[in-house]
């Protein structure tokens, strides 16, 4: 447990900390030069934010937080992939993953550590869930990542699509990405954010209308009956509920589509009666599909299909008319691909040691 009770200057969009600076009396223009510190220039020692004058400096390194995770360890894949596992200060343990690529750089973050879903197929949902990440603990995934990536290389794309469930700590991402879209700040435009949810159907409306954002649902099956077992968050809210409340918002438009995940497993939901389904189930919505041969790990039986198999499957979506994509599995010799995230050693590490 972590009993620092201060404020965390992460925590707070730019207009939130201006109200806190004034109410504690401090000259709520000072909110944007310590934004631009944390966040354009990545410096979240108040020592060194030099055109504050020495009293604020000191100030704010004595009544606030600044730093909500270290870089505890990184790994690079052979195929560029960088995965870092960062340590909030009660010891609890996210991973974020800079995914490079020819004319972009992707970062992958967490929003909670663990995560309460249990998809079957997950290697995070085996973890079961700890806790939520704070805003802090969600901005500093960039701030941390951005500071270890290649010379010339900068964050274009954040996806919501590691640790946890986003929707399930909807007002902390929220806060999150105003931060990130603050034009003083990291800048990033809606378009560039990605949330991924696995269908907490009463909570998409307030995502779209609390940040201008790309939507990504994890749907990889096209049953109630597949969907219940891969995606036990099914039973809640089955496909019917899932799909009525996609057609419903008005912020997806062709030109903002709804993006959705399918993990395909050999023998599981890899027909071409799947295909049809799917073709079925989207139909008028705009929509992209991203299809994701399943990354294989220690804690789920599925494994991927045979690539004829996966070819079939996207060449029927692409007849009908889809537009379709076939995610290279990228960082799996780190575990660092979708659904591997599991801080591994760290649960081996506390299985050890609470052993008789
Ligand atoms: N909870 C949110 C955010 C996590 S996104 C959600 O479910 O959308 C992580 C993505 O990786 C999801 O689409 C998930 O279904 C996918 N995934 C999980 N395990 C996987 C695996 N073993 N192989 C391939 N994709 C996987």
């Not at 077992?229 to 438009?253: D, I, K, W, Y």
């Not at 395909?264 to 599909?289: E, F, I």
Request: proline share 7%; with cysteine.
């Amino acid at each position: 447990m972590s009993c620092d009770l201060r404020p965390h200057l992460k925590d707070y969009p730019l207009e939130e900390l201006r109200v806190r600076f004034e109410r504690a009396g401090v000259a709520p223009y000072r909110a944007l030069q310590v934004h631009q510190w944390l966040y354009g220039r990545g410096v979240d020692d108040p020592h060194a934010m030099t055109d504050l004058g020495e009293d604020l400096r000191l100030r704010l390194a004595s009544e606030w937080r600044t730093r909500a995770l270290e870089l505890e360890q990184l790994q690079r894949s052979t195929d560029g992939t960088l995965k870092g596992r960062l340590r909030a200060a009660d010891g609890a343990i996210v991973e974020a993953v800079a995914i490079p690529e020819d004319d972009r750089t992707t970062l992958c973050i967490s929003t909670q550590v663990g995560c309460p879903l249990a998809c079957s197929f997950c290697a995070t949902g085996a973890l079961g869930f700890e806790r939520n990440l704070s805003t802090a603990e969600i901005v500093d995934q960039l701030v941390r990542m951005r500071a270890v990536l290649d010379p010339g290389r900068r964050i274009t794309n954040v996806v919501f699509m590691g640790m946890g469930e986003p929707l399930l700590n909807l007002p902390a991402v929220l806060r999150a990405v105003r931060i990130l879209m603050h034009p003083k700040g990291f800048s990033f435009a809606g378009r560039r954010i990605t949330v991924s949810t696995a269908g907490v159907v009463p909570r998409l409306r307030g995502l779209l209308e609390g940040a201008p954002v790309n939507l990504a649902v994890s749907l990889h099956a096209t049953t109630d009956e597949v969907r219940d077992v891969l995606v036990p968050l099914n039973r809640r809210f089955p496909l019917g509920e899932l799909m009525a409340e996609l057609r419903s918002l008005e912020q997806v438009t062709p030109r903002r589509p709804v993006f959705f995940e399918y993990t395909l497993m050999r023998g599981v939901n890899d027909t071409l009666d799947d295909a049809c389904r799917l073709v079925r189930l989207l139909q008028g919505l705009p929509s992209k599909v991203n299809v994701i041969p399943m990354n294989p790990h220690p804690d789920a039986p599925y494994r991927p299909p045979e690539p004829e198999v996966a070819s079939r499957f996207l060449g029927e979506l692409a007849r009908a008319g889809l537009t379709v994509t076939l995610r290279r599995s990228r960082g799996a010799d780190i575990d660092a691909a979708c659904g591997q995230l599991a801080a591994r050693e760290a649960v081996e590490v506390a299985a050890e040691c609470s052993r008789p």
